[in-house]
């Protein structure tokens, strides 16, 4: 998990954006618009950097496809210092 997340998050074109959206949910756990609004993003660039996410197992939704809400699946939640590592290096 550890090698996915420097990847996800460091090794790929949209890793900055990955790495706002993941703190965002640290703090609270949103809807792709919510993010979209806070994050002053483009809504399908949200949507986009959420499947990649979830794709890697880093993200979770619960709810149906526009009103799901997103937060951090327990494997992430396991490796969370990685992340930690990982936004600092980043910011």
Not at 63 to 84: F, K, N, S
Request: charged fraction near 30%.
């Amino acid at each position: 998990m550890e090698a996915v997340l420097w990847y996800v998050l460091t090794g790929t074109r949209g890793g900055t954006n990955r790495v706002r959206i993941l703190q965002a949910l640290d703090e609270r756990p949103r809807n792709a618009n919510r993010l979209a609004e806070e994050l002053d993003l483009d809504y399908k660039t949200v949507r986009h950097h959420l499947d990649v996410l979830e794709d890697n197992d880093v993200l979770e939704n619960s709810g149906d496809d526009y009103g799901a809400v997103y937060l951090p699946t327990e494997q992430a939640r396991h490796h969370w210092e990685t992340i930690e590592q990982i936004i600092e290096q980043v910011n």
